[in-house]
């Protein structure tokens, strides 16, 4: 019989459901499992979605989204929190008083989901204000695609687009006093994709072979939770973020078809190889 884990890390991802499985709490789990890291949910809003559509979504209330941290929080010991789709401004409210309550308890990365990849709005825009002031300062790690560094900074995404991505990273930590992670996938053509960490101190750079024509769902989410479980792991933020680049390379590599009755292309949260 198998040996039973004896206090495996633990990390817990604060997100939104997808009912497709690619993205949100489920596309975490998956890679906090993937990771040998136990994960935990607390679940913010229900998204009925498959991959490059999304039909509805409704939050739940802030008093759950209250009680489902404070259960956990008070039954584990979390090594790592992850912050997904937040969707209001309550439940970003919530989220932010129970994060600075414990603040410095545990690493805690923030993926800033406001926009699917569909392009159907995810977190209503009264609730940026409360990223602004109150969730990235505490943030050990935000990781923003394109879009949602621009609407952070206030700029136009072409603007920032047109910005060096050291530039681009310096001023955002430079405005929230936080570590991000700026992702190449959408600043770059080539044959690479690059990302760069600027933690306040030093650049780390990642690179890999850059995959073409393929489907971001689920990415963004998948990579900020591998950073999660890595550092739930102990590991430091610029390895934490290095093993999760080779990580997502891999998912992306090793992705899913179907072809009926749609064509849907989705990430292998399980690769048989990593880097």
Not at 57 to 84: H, M, P, S, Y
Not at 91 to 106: I, M, P, S, T
Not at 133 to 142: D, Q
Not at 161 to 174: I, P, Q
């Amino acid at each position: 019989m198998p040996v039973p884990q004896i206090d495996p890390p633990v990390a817990l991802t604060v997100a939104g459901s997808d009912s497709s499985a690619g993205a949100g709490l489920q596309a975490d789990l998956k890679t906090f499992a993937a990771h040998d890291v136990y994960g935990l949910c607390a679940v913010t809003s229900v998204v009925a979605e498959i991959p490059g559509k999304v039909v509805s979504w409704d939050e739940v209330t802030a008093q759950l989204l209250r009680e489902q941290l404070e259960v956990l929080d008070a039954g584990f010991r979390l090594g790592a929190i992850k912050t997904g789709m937040l969707a209001t401004p309550e439940l970003v409210r919530v989220v932010c008083e129970f994060l600075e309550e414990r603040a410095g308890a545990a690493p805690l990365v923030v993926d800033p989901v406001m926009v699917a990849s569909s392009g159907d709005v995810l977190l209503r825009p009264e609730a940026i204000e409360k990223y602004r002031k109150h969730l990235l300062p505490i943030a050990t790690l935000a990781t923003p695609n394109l879009a949602e560094t621009a609407v952070l900074m206030n700029r136009d995404p072409a603007d920032v687009k047109a910005l060096d991505m050291e530039a681009a990273a310096r001023e955002f930590t430079d405005r929230y006093a936080c570590p991000v992670l700026i992702k190449g996938g959408h600043w770059q053509t080539g044959a690479e994709a690059v990302d760069l960490l600027w933690d306040g101190e030093q650049m780390h750079r990642f690179a890999s072979p850059r995959v073409e024509n393929i489907d971001t769902h689920g990415t963004g989410c998948t990579l900020s939770a591998a950073i999660a479980a890595n550092l739930a792991k102990g590991l430091e933020l610029p390895d934490a973020v290095g093993a999760a680049k080779r990580y997502i390379t891999a998912a992306i590599g090793q992705a899913h078809t179907w072809s009926q009755p749609a064509a849907i292309r989705a990430l292998n949260h399980f690769p048989d190889t990593v880097g």
